[in-house]
Structure formats: C-alpha cells, structure tokens
C-alpha cells in the first residue's frame, strides 16, 4: 500500500474594513498552515478600484507551527500617511505596488477661484493700460495687488498636502507568497468601504 501526503499549504482569511476617509483602518490576516507547512510569508494588495491617494502595509509573517498565525494589514486613506515602507499598488507582474499621490490644487472650486484671480490681475492690467492717468495708478495698484495674492496662492500649490481616498467600496486582494517557493501562494479578498 502506498501512502502520498498531501502538499504542505496555507490558507489566508480577513476581515472587512470600514474607515473614514483620510483616517486609518485595519484588517486581521490570519494564515492557518495545512499539512505541516512552516515558512515565512511575504504579502502583496491590490484594490479595485486602485485606491488613490492611499497604501497598504502588511508585513511578513513567520508560521512555525501547526497554529494559525495573525498579521495586520493596515490601509491609509490619505497619501501624507503612507510610510516609506508600505506596498503600492500593483501594476505588473514583477512590480509589488504603485503609490498615487495627487498634489495638484488646479481641480475644483479651487481652481475656477484661480482662474478669476488671475482675469480679475488681467482686467486691472487692461484698465490701468487704457484709463486716464490718476485712474491708471489706481487700476496698476488694485491689478498688481491680486496678482502678487494670485502669484502667491499658486505658488502654494506644490506645497499642498496631498489628497485622501475617494469614499466608495473597494475590493481588497490580499495574497501571501512563501519566501522560498514563490509557487507557495494564496490569496483572499476583503470588502473596503470609505467613507
């Protein structure tokens, strides 16, 4: 008679998520070893749809015994958040994560302000150019006024503190892949939901 074990496994399971956006939610991954499977997990997540202006973190994780083990994977919903060492988004085969950070202001209320500013600095620029001459230092004071506010608040921009997540739900597969044998693997998904 012969005997054939079963291959050594592991199984991933976790629990949904629901934060507010630009705050910081976590989720419990518990890895539950089959047939005497030990080894160390390395992890990568994806969102659908991408989670924007986000990341996850979830580190590795040691199973050395027939016990489950737990991790947790800890996801921002603002980019200022983000550690330096958090995965992003994946994007390719070979590639782990991608982080998007937006740090342009030039979308929204903000911009259609920006862009009276500046017409306002312009209309003052034509005034001053056509009116009589007191009325032209006048309208060259008032324009260069909101220009140099315009100039400034623009300048601004760049300096903006990054955008948190879009509120919505998500979709969150998280997959677990033994360091030594990348054909070890597998996955689970979670429901993301930002408020």
Excluded at 153 to 179: H, L, N, R
Aim: hydrophobic share 35%; net charge positive; proline share 4%.
């Amino acid at each position: 008679m012969t005997v054939t074990s079963a291959s050594k496994s592991f199984t991933l399971s976790a629990n949904n998520v629901t934060v507010a956006s630009g705050n910081t939610g976590t989720s419990k991954v518990t890895i539950t070893p089959k047939n005497g499977y030990t080894g160390t997990i390395s992890f990568t997540v994806s969102s659908s749809p991408s989670l924007s202006h986000g990341c996850f973190s979830l580190p590795n994780a040691a199973v050395t015994g027939s016990a489950a083990v737990t991790a947790t994977l800890t996801i921002y919903t603002s980019s200022s958040a983000c550690p330096s060492h958090s995965l992003r988004e994946n994007r390719g085969a070979n590639s782990r994560m991608s982080l998007l950070l937006a740090t342009t202001c030039h979308n929204g209320p903000l911009a259609r302000l920006q862009k009276t500013l500046g017409c306002i600095a312009l209309a003052g620029l034509l005034l001053a150019r056509l009116s009589p001459r007191r009325s032209r230092k006048l309208g060259m004071f008032a324009a260069s006024f909101v220009f140099v506010i315009y100039s400034l608040w623009t300048s601004g921009c760049g300096s903006v503190s990054p955008s948190t997540a879009e509120s919505g739900t998500y979709t969150v597969t998280i997959t677990g892949t033994d360091t030594s044998s990348s054909s070890l693997l597998s996955s689970t998904t979670i429901t993301l939901m930002i408020d």
